[in-house]
């Protein structure tokens, strides 16, 4: 076992029942305190424990790594150190952190400069995202898809289960959570009309999505290995990938999306590092037909991550609107970075790759508005009566995830947005 996932840590900091990040999660992100430069932190229950206050103290001087690399408004120069730093660092944390360890605890000195409340700071756009790439690996999600908008008897395209399906997204409109938007314009082609006709978005939706983080660059030509993925991933977080479907049914054929998705991806603001999720990994699907060798994998590379959406109207309560999981996942993330670099294409520290939407088998898992209310033939009505086939203006969509196993839960936080109207 990984010394930092023992259950029976507790830490000094106190930690609310059910709260995301106890001292067996330690994920890393940036943060701004009040009057401060950007810098590396980690959350612990509801605070921060400051990375460049804690090199610059020495409590880090058994990395290896330039302490000033703490101080920065990414996390990309200490993802590109590599795992064993990655991994020092989340044990050196959690051994000063550990409720019997005196040695920041007792220091009030030093507690006072380390440890932020994190209502008080500023969370920022963990890493410098250089690439983007969106995958399309949730079979329900293809399914429902393909029965909606093709033939219910053939839903899935003749390589759906040969290969993960993805594409090139756009990495500048990649924001953080708690960014508002405005619904975007475009092309679009009402049914009736002969023509194409230019305006906001009239369906906007959610997509449920997680993202993996690059951690270890590959040179252009090389390619990564299933058994080797896990060495150039160094966490996850939460991605709701927003969606203008009307936009997208007119431009997508013959390149696919454009428009539709590039004006607005939201992520959360903590990176969950993979040794912290180890634990919660679970059997996959089995893959028929089977993959072609530089697919295979070993083991369990599924991981079972309860996730939630919830609508919020203006003045009003959260509706949850999906509960799914990760684990529904049909293509793994190990096998998305094979396919991706098995041409040569070279990749690099903070890139970032989407999961596509994850729905599961029932209707209250699926990942979508497109599919929860069925391409608008089955609203949802919120608490407050009204309905929803989509997204409306001044509505927030709310994301929620955590494993939970043997009494110890890993969450992400929430990744949250708020549709303003189209300017």
């Known amino acids: 076992m990984i010394p930092a996932n023992d259950p029976k840590l507790k830490s000094w900091i106190p930690v609310p ?3 995301d990040f106890p001292i067996q999660n330690l994920p890393f992100g940036v943060f701004r305190p009040k009057d401060a430069l950007p810098r590396m932190g980690v959350a612990i229950g509801e605070h921060v424990f400051d990375l460049a206050v804690a090199a610059d103290m020495g409590y880090l001087r058994d990395l290896g790594v330039n302490p000033i690399i703490f101080l920065n408004d990414s996390l990309n120069p200490f993802i590109a150190c590599g795992r064993d730093a990655w991994r020092k660092a989340r044990q050196v944390v959690s051994d000063l952190l550990r409720e019997d360890n005196p040695e920041v605890r007792d220091n009030e000195k030093h507690r006072a400069k380390l440890i932020h409340k994190m209502s008080e700071v500023e969370l920022l756009l963990p890493v410098k995202v250089g690439d983007y790439t969106d995958f399309y690996s949730s079979i329900d999600h293809a399914t429902n898809v393909g029965t909606m908008f093709r033939d219910p008897t053939n839903a899935l395209l003749p390589n759906w289960k040969h290969l993960p399906v993805g594409y090139h997204g756009r990495a500048s409109s990649i924001v953080i959570s708690g960014t508002d938007f405005h619904r975007p314009k475009g092309q679009t082609k009402p049914a009736d009309a002969e023509k194409p006709v230019f305006g906001p978005c009239k369906l906007l939706d959610f997509e449920l999505e997680m993202a993996f983080v690059i951690g270890k660059e590959t040179k252009l030509g090389e390619s990564v290995s299933t058994a080797n993925a ?12 927003w969606s203008a479907r009307d936009i997208q049914t007119w431009e997508y054929v013959p390149l696919g999306p454009f428009l539709a998705k590039n004006f607005c991806s939201s992520v959360s603001p903590w990176v969950v590092t993979m040794d912290a999720l180890e634990p919660f990994r679970c059997e996959g699907y089995k893959q028929d037909p089977e993959p072609l060798p530089y697919l295979k994998y070993s083991g369990n590379k599924n991981i079972d991550i309860k996730l939630e959406v919830f609508i919020q109207p203006p003045n009003a309560a959260e509706n949850k609107v999906c509960s799914s999981n990760y684990k529904y996942m049909y293509w793994t993330m190990e096998q998305q970075l094979a396919h991706h670099t098995v041409n040569g294409c070279n990749i690099k520290p903070g890139d970032m790759m989407a999961s596509g939407t994850i729905s599961g088998p029932t209707p209250e898992s699926y990942g979508s508005m497109l599919e929860l209310s069925w391409k608008g033939t089955k609203p949802l009505k919120l608490a407050d009566g009204s309905e929803r086939k989509f997204i409306n203006d001044n509505d927030t969509v709310i994301m929620r995830g955590y494993a939970e196993k043997n009494g ?8 949250r947005g708020k549709v303003l109207p189209a300017t």
């Open 17 to 19: 029942a059910n709260s």
């Open 230 to 241: 896990e060495e150039h991933i160094f966490g996850m977080l939460l991605f709701n990938d």
């Open 408 to 415: 110890v839960r890993i969450g992400f936080g929430e990744v």
